[in-house]
């Protein structure tokens, strides 16, 4: 075989590796940019569920702070035996306001301990109010059937002694949920 023909097989040798090459080359880019183009598509969706989940917790530990605060008033508000009680109701209402907060925001747990107590609180309010209204004499003479009832609300509703119980199962499901509880 004379070199040229060598040469010119050697030639066609160098292109078709050339070639293969380039096509492997641009193959292979074409691999990387796609795995690449998926991980930063999968970082973008990473980091909106965290930001979501972040702005989640601030939201909860905000609302559960507040129907908190509003507890805390009331309750102390509650167990005087003695005392004006004129705000009570519209610290229901700012504890139901609260509550309906965190029925929005969740979860389920947190949400039915802060009904729970709202409910107590309020039948314990409902109560107070009663008993008040009977011993002042405000309504004139206590009648029989006004008794009955305050009897029965009391007897029925053992919740309406229990918001203090409630309370700590409330703050044990915030705390689950917040991920702060000691295990």
Known sequence: M???????IAAGFGVLGTVVG????????????????QAVKQQVKDQAAAEHAHWLRQQRLEAYERF???????????????GDI???????????????RIDILGPLEVSFR???????????????HMLRRMESGGDGESSEEYSQLVSQLRDENDAANRWDEYHRGFVQAAQKVMGSHLA
């Not at 074409?30 to 795995?35: D, M, Q, S, Y």
């Not at 004129?86 to 309906?100: T, V």
């Open 86 to 100: 004129s705000s009570a109701p519209d610290l229901i209402r700012d504890l139901a306001r609260c509550s309906s």
């Open 2 to 8: 004379d070199q040229g023909v060598a040469a010119l």
């Open 68 to 82: 908190d605060d509003n507890y805390s008033q009331l309750s102390r508000l509650v167990v005087r035996i003695e």
């Open 22 to 37: 380039g096509a492997a080359a641009v193959w292979g880019a074409k691999i990387g940019a796609e795995r690449s183009a």
């Open 114 to 128: 802060a009904v729970q107590i709202a409910t107590a609180l309020g039948v314990r309010i409902a109560e107070l």
